[in-house]
Every structure is written in C-alpha cells, then in structure tokens.
C-alpha cells in the first residue's frame, strides 16, 4: 500500500499547486468578488440540483457580478439587468462564444450546430440561412400549415430523446469542471450523449432520404422550407433546437389553475375578441393584451433556459472588475427575471405588471430576457412567440382547466428539474371540460 500512495499523491499535490497559484494570480486580477473557494472543488459544494437557485442565492450575499471555481474552471456569474446589459449588449464581441459541455461534443455534434459554434464565419452562416429560410416573418407565413401536421408529427417522434438529452447535458460532469481528465469520461455522459445524438441523426437522415427521394421521383413540387432550401445549396448542416413550447404552455397552465381570477379573465378576453370563431389566427395576438400579458409573466417566472454559458474570447473589465480570457461566464437569467429593483414583488404571478407598457422579451429589456439578448438572442423566437400564443390562447378559448382530484387536495408541483431547459419534475395533470 505504501508502495502505491506516492503514485496517489504526487498527482493531487500537483493539482493542488496548479490550483493554488492560479487562485493567487485571479486574486491579484481583480476579479469580481465571490465564495472563498476550497482546495480542489473549489465551489462545487454550494451549488444544489438547481443551480440558478444556488447562484441566486450566492449572488444575493456576494453580489450581481460575481465570480466562482467550479472545480478547475474560473466562472463568473452575472444575476442583475445591469450585469446582463454590460456582457451580452456592451462587451458582446468580447463574450460571445459558447461554453459547451463535453457531453455537447459528441458524434461531432458541435461542429454543425448554430447552438454551439463560436461567433466566426459559419456561426453566421448558419444564423443567417435560419432567419430567412426558417424564422423570417414570410417564411413562417408560408409554413404555417405545415407546423401543425409535419412539425407536430416530427417533434411527437423525438421528444423522448430530446428531454433526456436536455437533462444529460446539463447535468453535473466531472469532464465540466477537471477538464484535464475530461478525456476519460469518468461518468460516461459523453458515451450516453454520443448514442442520443445518433438516435436524433438518424431520424433527421431518414426526413432527409425521403425527401431526396421523393424530388428525385419527382412525385411532388418543392416544398421550399428550409430542407429543400439545404438540399438545393447541397449543404450537410441541419437546424436542431430543444422543445421549450411546451414547457412555458405547461408551466403557463400551472400558474393559471392556482389562479382562477387570472384565467378568468384571459378566458374572458378571449370571448370577448374571438366569440364564435373556434381557432385563434396570427392576426388575433395583437388584440389579445391580457393573453400577451400571461405570456410574458410566465416567461419572467420559467424561463425556458435559465443559465445559459458564455465564454471570454478577451480579457474585458466590467464594472471595475477584470474577466480573463478564457473565463467561464453564466448569465442567470432566472435571477435577471426576478430581480427585486425591477419588479414589484417579484415571486408572485401577476400579468397585471406588464399591461399599458412596452416591456417585451425581444432582447431590449435587460430585466426580462427570457430567449437571451444580443447576438445570440434565441434564433427561434419568432417561431417560440407566435405558438406559444396560438397554443395557450387555444386551449384556454376551447377547454374550461381543472386539476384531477387528487392534485387539488395537494396544491399543483412546480418543483422544477435541471437542463438545457427547465422542466416540472411532476407533469402537470389537469381536466380540460370542452366550452360550448
């Protein structure tokens, strides 16, 4: 035994020096305040299984901009509208890469993502071929019959790999905070990522062949939607994105049934605009204020990806305080959507808060950006805006909400579970009562 300890040893005094000295050389960078961290994990032990909550938490004692050792990895945490404003508006170019979990790797995945890219020239290509070919005003015009039979179909297929693939990467991996055994893979989590990712190609590949196929027949015109649009410039990346609709329609729901005064009145709305008319059209959101208002709130409440990574290309100083190159850097955005100065009771559900202003979730309002801000503002949230709407604005219109039975005795879970995107650890279970 004695034999082996210098062989256990020696590597974890070298880990601890490498450690020591680069915290010694941080604390002389001026970096924003934070937890003193310990040896080797450094703050690892404070966070929890949210760890939007566990950040808020630290932030409310150490302040808005903050920094923290995740393990090896230096990390700095921004939780106010102020701190959002000066790293995703003001030193956007600086910041502006993602931090990619080595579970995001697998299969190559990154390579072809618009989600994981670095701002450089495919970066752009790709934001660039997404808004005008899926996310512009007159495709999504286009396309808006198709989005309730081939996307509903699509997303019905993938939905189970697209959850768990959610959780995996968000999950806690030692990869993310020792890069330096990240190689090993010591919990597997790229292995299991690498066989959800094949799971979601090879479905994308078949949607892919069929079309091949069918232009080659030549048994129907172009569709010209975005595939067609790759085929025709023989491109090899495809878009991919996450389900957040549903979640933000489910957690939408689940304030609305411990409100009933709320969701009377955004029934009665409702009535009042579209009276026999059964199926809310495009055209209908605008003269819905008080629909809009339930969006809005819900967001600011759950937002679908509350702790996006960045990452420092440059050193930058922000606030007097210095970010190094190469620094970790979350925006926690469900801190940013509850921020006590901006919001009059901030934990509370109240879509009364946004009507008769101009407040929106578009990127310039620093205290509610639900989708992101700057130029990595979700790609998808023209499409995210329009069905979130449409779909919530319908099932409130045609159904009457109530919870089973037994979940009225015991009040609705809104226990959340950890992502890429947040989720309700227990599903919302409700009875919908058609409204004639």
């Not at 701190?83 to 697998?106: C, K, P, V, W, Y």
């Not at 979730?361 to 503002?377: E, K, T």
């Amino acid at each position: 035994m004695a034999f082996f300890l210098p062989f256990v040893l020696v590597p974890l005094l070298i880990v601890f020096s490498s450690y020591a000295l680069q915290f010694f050389h941080d604390s002389r960078s001026r970096l924003p305040p934070g937890p003193w961290p310990l040896p080797l994990i450094g703050n690892l032990h404070q966070l929890d299984h949210l760890p939007h909550r566990s950040l808020a938490r630290l932030a409310a004692r150490h302040g808005p901009l903050m920094s923290l050792c995740l393990g090896a990895v230096l990390t700095v945490v921004a939780s106010s509208p102020d701190t959002a404003r000066e790293i995703l508006q003001r030193h956007n170019a600086a910041i502006g890469a993602r931090s990619i979990g080595d579970s995001m790797r697998a299969c190559g995945y990154c390579e072809s993502s618009v989600l994981c890219l670095p701002p450089r020239r495919k970066w752009r290509a790709l934001r660039r071929l997404g808004a005008a070919e899926l996310f512009s005003p007159q495709r999504l015009a286009v396309t808006r019959p198709l989005r309730q039979d081939a996307v509903a179909g699509l997303v019905r297929h993938v939905s189970d790999v697209v959850d768990e693939a959610s959780v995996l990467a968000a999950g806690p991996n030692v990869s993310e905070f020792f890069p330096a055994v990240a190689a090993a893979d010591l919990q597997g989590v790229r292995w299991r990522m690498a066989t959800l990712v094949r799971r979601m190609y090879a479905i994308i590949d078949e949607q892919i062949e069929r079309r091949k196929h069918s232009r080659a027949a030549g048994e129907a015109c172009q569709q010209n939607d975005l595939l067609d649009v790759m085929l025709n410039k023989e491109g090899e990346d495809l878009f991919t994105g996450g389900e957040t609709i549903s979640h933000t329609i489910e957690c939408a729901l689940a304030e609305l049934l411990q409100a009933p005064n709320i969701m009377r009145k955004v029934q009665e709305e409702l009535k009042s605009v579209m009276g026999t008319k059964q199926q809310i059209d495009e055209t209908d959101i605008s003269k819905l204020p008080y629909l809009q208002a339930v969006v809005k709130e819900t967001l600011r409440l759950h937002p679908p990806v509350p702790l996006p990574p960045y990452e420092a290309e440059a050193t930058v100083e922000i606030q007097g305080y210095t970010i190094p190159k190469g620094t970790k850097v979350l925006i926690n955005i469900w801190a940013i959507d509850r921020c006590a100065e901006a919001w009059i009771e901030p934990n509370k559900f109240m879509p009364e808060r946004f009507l008769g202003t101009e407040v929106n979730f578009m990127g310039r309002d620093f205290h509610l950006i639900p989708f992101g801000a700057g130029r990595r503002i979700c790609l998808g949230l023209p499409l995210a805006y329009r069905m979130v709407h449409l779909m919530l604005g319908s099932l409130l219109h045609r159904f009457r909400w109530t919870l089973l039975a037994d979940d009225e005795k015991n009040e609705v879970d809104m226990r959340e579970r950890f992502g890429l995107a947040l989720s309700l650890v227990v599903p919302l279970r409700e009875v919908p009562e058609e409204i004639h």
